[in-house]
C-alpha cells in the first residue's frame, strides 16, 4: 500500500513537472513569436531605421532599434523589452535600464502584456516606458519624433561659437563699415533732396499766395465799384 501510494505522489509530481515544463515552453515560444512580430511591425512602421534582433543567449534586451533620418544618419537608439508573464516584475526595471547603458541607447521601453496597477501604456517609470502590446507603435512612434527633435536641436546649436565669431568678424569688417555708409550717405542724400523740395514747395506756395490775395483784393475792389 505505501509502495502504491508512493508511485501514485511520483506520478503526480512528475505530471505537474511536465505541466509545468510545458507552460514555460509555451510562454518561450509565445515570447519569441511576439518578438518577431514586434520586430516586423517596427520595420513595416518605421523602414529607415536598422531594427536588430538580440540573440537568444546572449546579455542584453531583446531588439535594438536605430533611428536614422531619411539620408541614414543615426540619431538614437530605442532599447526594447518584451514581456510575456502573468506578473510584472520590478526586478525588470533596473536590468533594462542596464542594457540600455550597455546598448548605449537613448530610451528603454518595456513592453509587456500586464503592466502594474494604476499605470497606463504609454508611461515613463524610472527612466523606462512602459506600454502593452496595443500601444507599441504609437508609443514608438512619439518616442523617434523627440529622437529627431532633439538631433535637430543639437544640430542648430552645434558651431555656435564659430557662428557667432564669423558674425562678430564681419561687422567689425571694412566691407560691413562700407555698407552701413552707402546707406546712411543715401539717407541723407534723400534727406537733402527732401528738404530742398519743401522749400521749394514752401516758396511756390508763399508766391500763389500772393497772387492769390491781390487776385482776392482787385476782385473786391472791383466789386465795390459796380456797387457804387
Known amino acids: 500500500e505505501l509502495e502504491y501510494h508512493k508511485q ?30 514586434l520586430e516586423q511591425s517596427l520595420q513595416d512602421a518605421f523602414p529607415h531605421d536598422l531594427i536588430s534582433e538580440v540573440k537568444k543567449g ?6 535594438l532599434q536605430t ?12 532599447v526594447w523589452e518584451t514581456k510575456q508573464t502573468e506578473r510584472f516584475s520590478e526586478a525588470w526595471l533596473p536590468k533594462l535600464r542596464q542594457d540600455a547603458r550597455n546598448a548605449h541607447g537613448s530610451l528603454a521601453v518595456l513592453v509587456s502584456r500586464v503592466l502594474p ?28 519624433q523627440t529622437l529627431l527633435l532633439v538631433d535637430q536641436e543639437r544640430t542648430a546649436q552645434s558651431g ?3 557662428k557667432s565669431e564669423m558674425l562678430y568678424r564681419h561687422i567689425n569688417s571694412p566691407e560691413f563699415r562700407g555698407r552701413v555708409e552707402a546707406i546712411v550717405e543715401s539717407f541723407c542724400e534723400m534727406k537733402e533732396d527732401l528738404d530742398r523740395e519743401q522749400r521749394l514747395l514752401q516758396t511756390a506756395w508763399k508766391k500763389r499766395e500772393k497772387q492769390i490775395l491781390r487776385l482776392a483784393t482787385n476782385t ?5 465799384e459796380l456797387q457804387g
Request: charged share 25%; proline share 2%.
Open 58 to 63: 546572449q546579455h542584453g534586451a531583446d531588439m
Open 117 to 144: 496597477d494604476g499605470v497606463k501604456p504609454g508611461t515613463e517609470r524610472d527612466r523606462v516606458w512602459l506600454t502593452n502590446y496595443d500601444f507599441v507603435l504609437p508609443l514608438a512612434a512619439l518616442l523617434r
Open 220 to 224: 473786391a475792389y472791383m466789386y465795390g
Open 67 to 78: 533611428v536614422r533620418t531619411a539620408s541614414g544618419k543615426n540619431v538614437g537608439i530605442i
Open 8 to 37: 501514485i505522489n511520483d506520478m503526480k509530481a512528475a505530471v505537474e513537472e511536465a505541466r509545468r515544463r510545458a507552460t514555460t515552453v509555451s510562454q518561450q515560444l509565445q515570447g519569441e513569436v511576439l518578438e518577431l512580430e
Open 160 to 162: 555656435k561659437e564659430i
